[in-house]
C-alpha cells in the first residue's frame, strides 16, 4: 500500500490532482507530476536539461471507452502502446476497449513531453501506475456507494467494479460520472507484480490498423487546403556562406510561388514537392569562405594532435597513473576511431508551420516539442502560449528531431511570406546537412602486473564537436586502483548532435574490443576478465561506482551460459557488456569460417531492464538496436571534401539490409526492478562483441569504423551466407 | 502541364501536371494518396513501392508520363478492409516499429507472393532486400511474408 499523498509530498509545490467532467461526462483525471529526477542516467545530459516532468491524462466514457492521452513523442519505441499498458494495467481496464490518443504539445496539462535517452519508462513507470490506481479507486467507491457497501469487499476486473456476495457488477462507464465526484483517495494499492495481466504480455502496436493501409500519420503526412510547399537549399559546404543568389530562371519554372534568403538559406516555395525540387536545379548560388573549411583528412591530422595535447579536460582520477604503468610488467596502447554519422530516419525531416499576427501553429514530428516552441518563441518574439504544437507520429528519429532547427526553419520562413508553409526535406538535405554523431578517437592504455591484473588504465578520448567523448564513471571505473579519463575536443564548422546512444554507440565498442585484447596480455579468458573487475570493484571499490555490479555481473554469467561460451566447436565466439542509459546489456557474438571468409550467425543478447512492459516491443528494441549497432559499425561512414559530405544518399551510403541480419536470440533478466530504459542499451554493445568475434576467427583485430574499411575485411560482407 | 487520367485502385483519378512528374509526388501532392512514402527520391530505399501491373516498381523514380493505360496499387488499395494476407501477417507479427517504411514492405511482400505464392527463404530474402528498414525490424519482415505465405487471399 502507499499513500498517494506521501508521493505527492516529494514532489513540488506545482503538483497537482485534479478531477474533471468530460463535456460528454465521463471521468477524466488530470495528472500533472513535476518531480526533479534524483536517480538519472548518465547519459542524458546530451539532450536534456536535469528536470524531468512527467503527464499523463485518461477518460472514462459512458460507453466504456477508456481514453488515455500519450503525451510523448511516438518514433518507434512503442510508447504509444507501452504507456497505456501501464495505466490500464492499474486500472483493470479491457484492454480491447482503450483508445489511445496523441496528446499535443500541452505544457498546462504535460511537463514533460519528449522522447530521448531511453528515459520515458523509467520516469513515467510510478505515475502511470498511480494514475490507473487512483482512477480504479475512485470507481470503486463510487460502486461501494450506489449498493451502499464497504469497498473494501469490491473488486474489479476487466472494466467493471464486481461486488462478488452480492453476484453483481457494474462497467467503469456506468460508473465514471459518479467517480467523478468522488474525493481524490488518500490511499491507493498498486497490483502486486504476480498479478500483472497487461504489463509483460506483448500486446500488439495500437497503431497497426492505420499503418499497415496508409493512413496519414506522419509529418510529411500533413497537408492542408492553400498550404504552400517549400525546400531549403542550405550552404552545401559546412563552413561556408551566401556570397550571392541568381534565382530568376528558378523563379520562372512552373509552380514556383516565391524565391526568399534568409541567413544562409535559400528557400524555394512553391505549389507541389516536384516544381520545387526541379526549380532548385536552376537555382545558382555562390558561396564564401565563412569560418574554417575541413576535410576528412584535416580531422584525421587533428585526431594526432589532440591525443598527444597537455591541455585535456580531466574527467575522472583515481589513484596514481603515472607510478602504476612505471611499475607495470606491460602495458598496452590501442587506438580506435569513428567517422560521422548521419542519423537518416526513414522520414525525411519536414515540418508545417503557419504564422499569423496573433499566433503560430505549428504540426509536425519532434522528439523535443516543447524546446522546439520556445525556440520558435524566441526567433518570432512571441510568448510560448500563442504558439501550438501538434505532434505527428515520427518516422524515426535517432537523436535528429531532438534538434529544432528544421521546426524554426519552417516558422521563420513562414513568418515572411506570411502563409502555411510545410518544408520538406530531401534525403540530400538531411545527409548532407549534418546533425552528424561526432567523429572520435580513442586511445585506450592498460598497464598489468606481473600476475595479470589490471593495475593501471588510461582513457584519452579526442572528438569534433563531441562535448565530452567519454562516460568516465561507466565500467570499468571502479574496478581499477590507477585510472585516468580525460578529452580533448576539436570545435569544427560541422555540426554534430545527439545519436542514438550518444557516445556510447562508439565508445562502448572500443572499450569492450580493448578490454578482449587485454584479458588476451593477461592470458585469462574475457569473461572471466570481465567477472574479475567485477569482484575487485565489488570487495575494494575505487572511487564512485554508478552501475550496478550485482546487475552486470548478472548479464555477464547468463550470457555466458545462454551462447555455451567457450562450448562450442568451430565457432568463434566474442563477448561484450555494456551499461548505458540506466540498463545492463551483455551480448555474445559468433562467427563461423565459410569457404576462408568469416561469416557472422548470430548474436546472443542478454538484457536486464527491469521490468519489461510489452514483450513484443522490448524483443523489437533489443533486434533492432543490435542491427543498428551492426550496420553502422560495418558500414557506416560519412567522409567531407571541402566541408561536403560525401555521401549523401542511399546509393553511397550503405544502411544495412534483410540479407545481412545474423539470428539474435534474446533474453531478458527477470528482477522485477523497476523498469528502465530500452530504446538504446542493445546497440553499444553490439560493434564489440562482433568485432571480437571476428578476430577470434581472423586473427585480425579491428581499431576503426566502418568495420569494411579495415584491413582484411574489406571483402567481408554480411550477408555471405545467402 | 498536362492532363493524365489513371487507374489506381481501381478508380480513375486525373492529374494535370508536368509529364515528368514522379507518380510519388503526383499520388502524394495531387491527388491525397499519402500511404506512399518519400524516402530517398532515387529508387534506392523503397518506401514508395506501389504495384504497376502487379509488379512492385519504385513511384519515385517513375515519371507519370510513363504509366499510361496501366493499373497502379497503391497501399490504399492492396484490400478493401485492410486484410489482405500480407496486412494480417504485418500485424500478426507487429512488424513496425516507426513504421514509416512499412508501406512500402508490406507492396514487395505482396508483389513477391502474388507472382510467387510460397517462396523459399532465398526468394522472401531477395525480394525483400531492396526494401529498407532504419529500424531494424527485418526479423519480423522475414517472418511476415513467411506466415503471410501461409494465408489465403480473402
Known amino acids: 500500500m502507499i499513500t498517494i499523498m506521501e508521493t505527492l509530498s516529494k514532489t513540488n509545490r506545482r503538483d497537482f490532482l485534479k478531477l474533471a467532467l468530460t463535456s460528454g461526462g465521463g471521468l477524466m483525471l488530470s495528472f500533472s507530476w513535476s518531480v526533479a529526477a534524483a536517480t538519472e542516467g548518465l547519459d542524458d545530459a546530451a539532450f536534456a536539461a536535469s528536470e524531468v516532468n512527467f503527464n499523463s491524462y485518461l477518460s472514462i466514457s459512458p460507453d466504456d471507452v477508456i481514453t488515455l492521452f500519450s503525451p ?56 502511470l501506475r498511480n494514475a490507473g490506481a487512483t ?11 450506489r449498493w451502499n457497501v464497504s469497498a473494501s469487499t469490491l473488486s474489479t476486473e476487466n472494466g467493471k467494479v464486481i461486488d462478488k456476495s ?42 497497426n490498423p492505420g499503418l499497415f493501409v496508409g493512413k496519414p500519420m506522419f509529418g510529411l503526412d500533413f497537408y492542408r487546403e492553400g498550404m504552400l510547399h517549400a525546400m531549403i537549399q542550405r550552404p552545401v ?51 564564401e569562405t565563412d569560418t574554417t573549411i575541413e576535410s576528412t583528412p584535416d580531422h584525421d591530422n587533428f585526431f594526432k594532435e589532440l591525443l598527444n595535447s597537455k591541455e585535456a579536460t580531466v574527467r575522472r582520477k583515481d589513484g596514481d597513473v603515472d607510478t602504476a604503468f612505471k611499475n607495470a610488467a606491460k602495458t598496452i596502447v590501442r587506438e580506435y576511431q569513428c567517422p560521422f554519422l548521419p542519423h537518416n530516419p526513414m522520414e525525411p525531416m519536414n515540418f508545417f508551420a503557419h504564422v499569423k499576427a496573433d499566433g503560430v501553429e505549428l504540426v509536425g514530428p519532434s522528439q523535443t516539442p516543447d524546446m522546439a516552441r520556445n525556440e520558435v518563441a ?90 565530452n567523448p567519454t562516460r568516465e564513471d561507466n565500467f570499468p571505473s571502479g574496478a581499477v586502483d590507477n585510472l585516468l579519463i580525460d578529452s580533448v575536443e576539436h570545435k569544427s564548422a560541422i555540426t554534430t548532435g545527439a545519436w542514438r546512444a550518444p557516445i556510447t554507440n562508439f565508445l562502448a565498442y572500443a572499450e569492450q574490443a580493448f578490454l578482449d585484447e587485454v ?73 563461423e569460417m565459410k569457404a576462408g571468409k568469416p561469416v557472422l550467425q548470430k548474436i546472443y543478447a542478454v538484457a536486464d531492464c527491469g521490468i519489461v512492459i510489452n514483450i513484443t516491443g522490448a524483443l523489437h528494441q533489443v533486434r533492432g538496436g543490435i542491427t543498428d549497432g551492426l550496420g553502422h559499425a560495418f558500414y557506416g561512414n560519412v567522409t ?83 | 502541364m498536362a492532363t493524365y487520367q489513371l487507374q489506381i485502385n481501381e478508380k480513375s483519378y486525373s492529374a494535370d501536371v508536368e509529364g515528368d512528374t514522379p507518380l510519388l509526388w503526383v499520388l502524394r501532392d495531387t491527388l491525397g494518396l499519402l500511404g506512399t512514402k518519400y524516402g530517398c527520391g532515387i529508387g534506392q530505399c523503397g518506401a514508395c513501392t506501389v504495384h504497376l501491373n502487379g509488379t512492385a516498381v519504385r513511384s519515385c523514380s517513375l515519371p507519370v508520363s510513363a504509366i499510361g493505360s496501366k493499373k497502379v496499387t497503391t497501399i490504399e488499395g492492396l484490400s478493401e ?63 511476415a511474408v513467411q506466415l503471410a505465405s501461409t494465408k489465403t487471399p480473402k
Not at chain 2, 501477417?89 to 505464392?117: N, R, S
Request: glycine content about 10%; charged content about 25%.
Open chain 1, 72 to 127: 510523448n513523442p511516438e518514433l518507434g519505441q512503442n510508447i504509444k502502446t507501452s504507456f497505456p499498458m501501464i495505466v490500464a494495467e492499474e486500472l483493470d481496464a479491457d484492454w480491447t476497449k482503450v483508445k489511445v490518443v496523441q496528446a499535443a504539445l500541452d505544457t498546462k496539462k504535460y511537463e514533460r513531453q519528449l522522447t530521448g535517452g531511453s528515459g520515458a519508462i523509467p520516469h513515467s513507470w510510478g505515475r
Open chain 1, 135 to 145: 482512477a480504479r479507486q475512485m470507481l470503486i467507491e463510487a460502486a461501494a456507494k
Open chain 1, 166 to 207: 452480492g453476484n453483481r457488477s457494474l462497467t467503469y462507464g456506468e460508473l465514471a460520472n459518479e467517480a467523478a465526484t468522488i474525493p481524490l483517495p488518500a490511499e491507493i494499492k498498486l497490483k502486486d507484480r504476480k498479478d500483472f495481466k497487461i504489463i509483460g504480455k506483448a500486446i500488439k502496436n495500437v497503431e
Open chain 1, 237 to 287: 559546404s559546412f563552413g561556408t556562406k551566401i556570397k550571392s543568389v541568381e534565382s530568376a530562371a528558378a523563379k520562372a519554372m512552373p509552380g514556383i510561388v516565391e524565391i526568399v534568403q534568409f541567413k544562409n538559406n535559400v528557400a524555394i516555395v512553391g505549389k507541389s514537392t516536384w516544381q520545387i525540387m526541379k526549380a532548385r536545379k536552376v537555382l545558382k548560388i555562390e558561396y
Open chain 1, 378 to 467: 524566441k526567433l518570432l518574439g512571441m510568448a510560448p502560449e500563442k504558439i501550438s504544437l501538434e505532434l505527428t507520429r515520427l518516422g524515426g528519429g535517432f537523436g535528429r528531431r531532438l534538434k529544432a532547427d528544421y521546426v524554426l526553419e519552417a516558422a521563420e520562413l513562414s513568418s515572411i511570406i506570411k502563409a502555411p508553409v510545410k518544408v520538406t526535406w530531401s534525403r540530400e538535405d538531411d545527409m548532407g546537412g549534418g546533425s552528424y554523431r561526432p567523429a572520435v578517437r580513442y586511445r585506450f592504455e592498460a598497464a598489468l602486473d606481473a600476475r595479470g591484473n589490471l593495475i593501471g588504465y588510461k582513457l584519452r578520448g579526442v572528438g569534433i564537436n563531441a562535448g
Open chain 1, 519 to 591: 584479458a588476451g596480455e593477461a592470458k585469462l579468458d574475457p569473461v572471466q576478465f570481465r567477472l574479475n573487475l567485477l569482484e575487485k570493484a565489488k570487495k575494494t571499490p575505487v572511487g564512485a561506482i554508478k552501475y550496478d555490479i550485482d546487475r552486470m555481473k548478472t548479464v555477464i554469467e547468463t550470457a555466458a551460459e545462454k551462447a555455451g561460451w567457450g562450448k562450442k566447436k568451430d565457432v568463434m565466439q566474442g563477448f561484450s557488456v555494456y551499461f548505458s542509459h540506466r540498463s545492463y546489456v551483455a551480448q555474445v557474438a559468433e562467427v
Open chain 1, 640 to 722: 567531407f571534401k571541402n566541408g561536403e559530405a560525401e555521401q549523401k544518399n542511399f546509393n553511397s551510403y550503405r544502411l544495412i539490409r534483410l540479407k545481412e541480419i545474423p539470428e539474435i536470440e534474446v533474453h531478458f533478466i527477470d528482477n522485477g526492478i523497476d523498469p528502465t530504459g530500452l530504446g538504446e542499451p542493445a546497440l553499444p554493445p553490439t560493434g564489440g562483441a562482433v568485432a571480437n568475434a571476428l578476430f577470434r576467427a581472423t586473427g585480425k583485430r579491428i581499431y576503426r569504423q566502418p568495420f569494411i574499411k579495415q584491413d582484411g575485411l574489406e571483402g567481408v560482407n554480411l550477408g555471405a551466407k545467402m
Open chain 2, 81 to 143: 478492409k485492410g486484410d489482405h494476407p500480407v496486412q494480417q501477417a504485418w500485424h500478426e507479427v507487429d512488424v513496425a516499429q516507426c513504421g514509416y517504411c512499412q508501406a512500402g514492405q508490406i507492396m514487395t511482400a505482396a508483389a513477391l507472393l502474388a507472382k510467387i505464392p510460397k517462396p523459399s527463404p532465398e526468394q522472401i530474402d531477395n525480394a525483400m532486400n531492396g526494401n529498407l528498414c532504419r529500424c531494424g525490424t527485418y526479423h519480423r519482415i522475414r517472418e
